[in-house]
């Protein structure tokens, strides 16, 4: 358990600072064009859509789901696993060039599947920024796959503390963007004002920072004593394997991105009169920041061992570090929800520097509507990860499938809604899908392995859903005096704020976490009480 925590704070630090550099570039990425209600800011959404979509199937569970488990079960060869390394490698990279320059030959076609409502000149600019963006997706795929490569050898620091070179970059060619071209925080500047030399420098900028990220990782394999060799035998390797398992994921990939076509289309008709592309895209990165810090660190540490006991047939340790992951996930996860949903006005004021009140106010409920479905996300997480730990990549495809045809079907109906209305209600419907798929991918586990000790995982969610009440009162109370004794706070006012709210609400949570006795508060308080003392010691 020790080194699982240890493991995880590593990660944990190396995701905070870049979600916190992440956060920062979205902040600066809205001054310099906007965000609620900026056509220019959609564009650049819409351009940069595709490399996002790639790089969040591959880390949260394409080549996850593919790699771990192999690599793990191909260390037991006599040379470690480095010929099935080399191989894999050799296939994945060669495939991902491939991809990438299909993409760029296709991107016109693939900016039209999701902005079909849109005028043209709003969809060449997309198209324009695409190109810049699309070389991203080989790179994507290169860092994950090195990365997954060094999480199966239980290298996990580089993996995660890459991406703040990556944002620093980014932040860099936002800020130069800015000093030549000015800001634009309501999202006034139109299609037409774009030259070629801003869409360079802006998504340019983007796009070198990926590439570092990518790249700097070879350096980790170097001291890792990783050594790459090219090898094109694919051939004997047990490969046949691996692609069977990659097929379902792969399938995975084409029903969810299908169904974005339909949900982007969606939240695209409100471009221009309501949270759309880019608004949403911010919403979900602070969705994915607690996620991101908590629940995927967690999971990944993990992972490894689950792979370990799911290969070897030990299902006792497997369920035994299936239902304690997953009670931990829920246990930050219903706090991290009730938080965000008090602190939104105050992060909205951040995240929309320089804006009009109603702006801000509109990507405020969109946050609130997103944070609902957090827990249930980032429970899914785990339960995604046990099914990849017994190399089973179909059950997944099955689960993912039902949850975007419902989430497709619900989508569309909410074309009837005012644009206005239509960012926070997609948010909802997509909180609502996820608690369903949870609970299917629940039950297909249980199928699959029998006992999964869900009286006692139930059991916890209750109590964390009762100390969730008292906390998300508390939160609300003070967010609603904070902002009538302080009506026009600026950004930092924001912040100071934000912390006292949430300061107070996680109070009233852990307090009643301990009246009512909480096993796992129990356990992280006596954990983090022998770490504690063992440091001063």
């Known amino acids: 358990m020790a080194g699982i925590m240890r493991a995880s704070a590593v990660m944990a630090s190396g995701t905070m600072v870049s979600r916190v550099l992440g956060f920062v570039k979205a902040i600066l990425l809205v001054a310099a064009i906007g965000q609620v209600k900026s056509v220019s800011g959609d564009a650049f959404a819409n351009g940069n ?32 696993g480095a010929g099935y390394i080399n191989k894999v490698f050799t296939l994945v990279v060669t495939a991902l060039t491939a991809l990438t320059a299909l993409a760029m030959l296709a991107a016109p076609w693939i900016v039209w599947l999701f902005t079909v409502s849109w005028p043209q000149d709003q969809r060449a600019l997309a198209i324009a920024f695409a190109y810049w963006c699309l070389p991203q997706i080989a790179f994507y795929g290169l860092y994950t796959m090195l990365g997954e490569v060094l999480n199966a050898k239980s290298v996990f620091g580089p993996f995660t503390w890459a991406p703040v070179l990556n944002n620093v970059i980014a932040i860099a060619g936002i800020l130069v963007f800015i000093a030549m071209y000015g800001a634009d925080s309501n999202g006034l500047r139109t299609p037409g004002e774009w030259t070629p030399t801003m869409i360079a420098v802006l998504a340019g900028s983007a796009t070198l920072g990926v590439v ?30 691996t692609a069977r398992i990659a ?38 990165l602070l969705f994915m920041m607690p996620h991101s810090v908590i629940a995927v660190s967690l999971a990944t540490a993990y992972f490894t061992r689950l792979s370990e006991w799911g290969q070897s047939g030990r299902m006792a340790e497997f369920r035994a570090d299936f239902s304690a992951s997953a009670r931990q996930i829920l246990l930050v996860m219903v706090f991290a929800s009730v938080v965000i949903i008090a602190v939104a006005p105050f ?9 009009s009140q109603d702006l801000v106010g509109d990507f405020t409920i969109v946050l609130q509507c997103y944070m609902l479905g957090l827990a249930a996300y980032s429970f899914l997480f785990i339960v995604q990860r046990a099914f990849y730990a017994l190399s089973d990549t179909r059950t997944p495809f099955i689960f993912t499938s039902a949850q975007v045809a419902l989430l497709v079907v ?41 006992f999964i000790d869900a009286s006692r995982i139930l059991a916890s969610l209750l109590l964390f859903i009762i100390a969730a009440v008292p906390a998300l009162i508390v939160g609300l109370v003070a967010m609603v005096v904070s902002v009538y004794f302080f009506p026009d706070y600026g950004m930092v006012a924001a912040v100071a704020l934000a912390i006292v709210v949430a300061a107070l609400s996680g109070a009233a949570y852990l307090v009643t ?23 001063r010691s």
């Open 49 to 80: 859509l595709l490399p996002n979509i790639v790089y969040m199937i591959l880390l949260g569970g394409m080549l996850n789901a593919v790699l771990v488990p192999q690599i793990v079960k191909a260390a037991k060869d006599p040379d470690g």
């Open 347 to 355: 992060i909205s004021k951040v995240m929309n520097p320089g804006a």
């Open 513 to 535: 976490l301990k009246l009512i006795r909480s096993p796992e508060l129990a356990e992280l308080t006596d954990f983090v009480s022998r770490k504690l003392g063992r440091n």
């Open 247 to 284: 097929s379902w994921s792969l399938a995975t990939i084409l029903v969810m991105n299908l169904g974005g076509i339909v949900t982007n289309n969606v939240i695209n008709t409100a471009s221009g009169q309501g949270p759309s592309a880019l608004a949403m895209q911010n919403a979900w």
């Open 410 to 450: 619900m989508s569309l109906g909410l074309l009837v809604l005012p644009k206005n209305m239509l960012g926070p209600a997609y948010a909802l419907v997509f909180g609502f899908t996820t608690v369903v798929q949870a609970l299917l991918a629940v039950w297909l586990l249980r199928r699959r392995i029998g």
């Open 212 to 241: 570092v990220q990518a790249l700097i990782l070879f350096v980790s394999w170097h001291k890792a004593g990783i050594r790459y060799r090219p090898d094109f035998k694919w051939r004997g390797m047990g490969l046949g394997k």
